[in-house]
Structures are given as structure tokens and as C-alpha cells.
């Protein structure tokens, strides 16, 4: 009774945290809003707009109301599911946001499962071997990866890797050929290909995809590869490993059973900012594979000033931060029960 009594506790005020965090989030991106340069009015009328036209849309858009009422009324929009319409597409903010945003969390995903697969076991074999050969190559291999633009790295890969050797595709989601076969059920090409049985499709998109997300995944495995490196060090410092081993458990016992084991929750979290930084950071390498993605949706909207689109990408951008941390939190119970 006492343990249920205590999970209620901890769940309502995981749910309070949550909402105030949304609370704060959504003062936050109207603040932005209201200190960005860009003169909303003037996006929507042009700049050879008169002046009557322009006050007519600067109180329709109720700019001249007190700062408070702005703001609950963007927060009753909000809560209505109303995020406006965008001045680029003339479409719903929103609409424009669900049909970009498929593009790239197929991109961030392959991304961060290259990151995870290549980095995690790096780390572990960095801080194993600390201080000789293979810690050094490691060190560099990852400072490379967290030191180079990515947009350079793109642009240099596209050359080598696309146009020189033709092992990959090039820009776009795939061949200009396949565009418009395959109906947009889900957003994500990779599984609308398979459903429509258009296999040419579906490994058209795969071609185009390995470049990005594999430059991507370099990228954040170097990360992951230096933060799994300072966990594991700490762990085989401990004394606990020194008793393992006098137990007679092998060094591959000690290394993967008990020191990774203690380090799992740590690393779920690196993964989890990882990818969330992939799903919002990747306007670089959208912009030079011309990926028609959230990233690159966000740009075009912020050089014309549609603010619209742009409070409500930061908006998303917030939520799925929060939504990663509450992952996190869940699997935190899984690996480690003492967190119940």
C-alpha cells in the first residue's frame, strides 16, 4: 500500500514538473517570438505595402494589444491546436511541420543507431586500453569527428563518395525518377515504399540516406564515444572491479557485466540528447543534401521572418526534448529497479 501510495506521489509530481516545463517552454518561445528582428506584419504585407494596409494587419494580427493578452491569447491558440498558417506555403503551421518532420527523424534515427553502434563500443575500448595505441586512435578518430563542420564534411563526401565513386546517392530523399510513386501514408518513405510494394523506391531512399546519416552518426558517435570513455574509466577505478576479478570472473566478465552494467543509465541519457540534438541540429546537412526535412523547414521559414512557423519549431523542438527526458526517466526503471 505504502509503495503505491509513493509511485502515485512520484507520478503526480512527475506530471506537475512536466507541466510547468510546457508552462515555461511556451512563455519562452512567445518571448523569442516577440524579440525576433523580423517584423511579422511586414512578411505578410510586403515591403511596398501601405501604411493603412500595414496597421490594418498589425491590429488583425493583434500586435497593439497589451503584452499580457498577446500572450493568453497565443496560449489559448495553443491549447486549441491553433499554430497559425504560414506565410511561405499559405498552408497550416502545423500541417507543414508533420509533413517535413518524417524526413527527419528517419534521418536522426539511422543517424543515432550508427552513433550508439559505433561510439558505445569505442568508449569501452578507449578507457579499456587507456593510454596506449588504441585509446590514442580512438581519441583522434572522435576528435575529428567533433571538430570538423559538418556541412564541409557533406559537401567533401558528396564529392568523393557520390560523385567520383557512385557508391551512394546524392542529394534529396531519392532519384527525381521515383518522386510522386509512392502515396505519403506515414511520412516515412523507407516504410510508405515497403507498403506500397515499390521496392526500387525503398532502396532508392536507402542509397540516398546512408550519406547523411552516416556523416551524421560520425558525428554524434564521437560524442557518445568520449562521454562512454569518461564512465567506463571511472568505473574500472573502482574497487569493486579489483574484487571481481579476485573472484575469478574473467576480464570480459568484469568489463561488460559489471562495469558497463553500471553505466547503462548514464549512457541512456547521452543517447537520448544525442538524438534529440540530431533531430533539431541536422539544418546543416539538410541544407547541403537538400533534404526536405524539419531542419531545413525551420530555415526558409526564419530567413522570410514567418514566425508563425518559427515559434512553433521551437515549440517542437522543446516538447521533444521534454519527451526524450520522460524516456529517459522510464528506462532508467528498467536498468536500474532501485529508481522505482
Not at 499554430?83 to 498552408?91: H, V
Not at 557508391?167 to 534529396?172: A, H, P
Not at 529517459?328 to 529497479?337: A, G, H, K, V
Request: aromatic share 10%; glycine share 10%; proline share 3%.
Amino acid at each position: 500500500m505504502q509503495n503505491a501510495q509513493l509511485r502515485l506521489k512520484s507520478a503526480s509530481s512527475q506530471a506537475t514538473t512536466i507541466l510547468i516545463t510546457l508552462l515555461g517552454l511556451l512563455v519562452l518561445t512567445f518571448v523569442i517570438g516577440r524579440m525576433m528582428p523580423a517584423d511579422p506584419v511586414r512578411a505578410i504585407v510586403g515591403e511596398d505595402a501601405t501604411r493603412e494596409t500595414y496597421e490594418m494587419v498589425y491590429h488583425q494580427l493583434g500586435l497593439d494589444r497589451p503584452i499580457w493578452e498577446q500572450f493568453l491569447r497565443y496560449l489559448g491558440d495553443v491549447l486549441t491546436g491553433d499554430f497559425g498558417t504560414s506565410i511561405r506555403t499559405g498552408q497550416p503551421v502545423m500541417q507543414d511541420i508533420l509533413r517535413a518532420l518524417p524526413a527527419t527523424i528517419e534521418l536522426a534515427t539511422f543517424a543515432i543507431i550508427i552513433g550508439a553502434g559505433l561510439g558505445i563500443p569505442l568508449g569501452v575500448m578507449a578507457a579499456v586500453n587507456k593510454d596506449r595505441w588504441q585509446d590514442h586512435i580512438i581519441r583522434v578518430f572522435s576528435l575529428f569527428g567533433h571538430s570538423m563542420p559538418i556541412f564541409w564534411t557533406g559537401m567533401i563526401a558528396l564529392i568523393v563518395f557520390y560523385a567520383h565513386l557512385g557508391w551512394v546517392g546524392g542529394s534529396g530523399r531519392m532519384e527525381q525518377f521515383y518522386i510522386g510513386l509512392v502515396d505519403e501514408r506515414t511520412g516515412f518513405l523507407l516504410i510508405d515504399s515497403l507498403l506500397a510494394g515499390e521496392t526500387d523506391v525503398f532502396w532508392s531512399a536507402v542509397n540516398h540516406l546512408i550519406l547523411p546519416a552516416s556523416l551524421l552518426g560520425y558525428s554524434s558517435s564521437a560524442y557518445i564515444t568520449r562521454m562512454t570513455r569518461s564512465f567506463m574509466l571511472d568505473q574500472l577505478g573502482q574497487e569493486y572491479m579489483t574484487t571481481a576479478r579476485v573472484k575469478g570472473l574473467s576480464r570480459r566478465q568484469t568489463i561488460w557485466l559489471h562495469a558497463f552494467g553500471n553505466i547503462r543509465v548514464q549512457l541512456v541519457t547521452i543517447v537520448a540528447l544525442a538524438y534529440g540534438s540530431l533531430l533539431e541540429g541536422a539544418v546543416l546537412i539538410e541544407t547541403v543534401f537538400a533534404w526536405p526535412g524539419f531542419g531545413q523547414y525551420l530555415t526558409s521559414n526564419l530567413i522570410i521572418g514567418d514566425m508563425n512557423a518559427v515559434m512553433t519549431c521551437v515549440l517542437i523542438v522543446g516538447v521533444i526534448f521534454i519527451l526524450l527526458n520522460l524516456i529517459s526517466d522510464l528506462l532508467y526503471r528498467t536498468f536500474d529497479p532501485r529508481t522505482k
